[in-house]
């Protein structure tokens, strides 16, 4: 599956932590937002994870670490489609 991201969003994820080479693969990918209006307005990190073409452990860890913009329920992490989208053109946050 393509990650469907842009180079700004390419360049935060390389230099996360825990990709393996298939997820840095799946970065290089096309940049194609098709995918996105399919999604609700709230993602959780599975969405995310397929939206990416990484790992939902991979996500959750760049939440936790504020990699990515969201937020917690409870022990959960969601994030909208705005702030992933700002942050995937290479905007990072949410105030």
């Known amino acids: 599956m393509c990650s469907h991201i842009n180079a700004p969003a390419a360049t935060k994820l390389t230099g996360a932590t825990n990709l393996s080479a298939e997820e840095k693969s799946a970065i290089n990918c096309s940049t194609d937002n098709t995918l996105?209006?399919?999604?609700p307005d709230?993602?959780?990190?599975?969405?995310?994870?397929e939206i990416l073409g990484i790992k939902v452990a991979t996500v959750r860890q760049m939440c936790r670490l504020g990699q990515?913009?969201?937020f917690s329920v409870g022990s959960h992490y969601r994030t909208t489609k705005k702030w992933l989208t700002d942050w995937?053109?290479?905007?990072?946050s949410h105030e």
Do not use: H, R, W
């Open 36 to 39: 996105l209006p399919s999604y």
């Open 42 to 49: 709230v993602l959780d990190t599975k969405d995310v994870a």
């Open 68 to 70: 990515i913009p969201s």
């Open 88 to 92: 995937m053109n290479g905007g990072g």
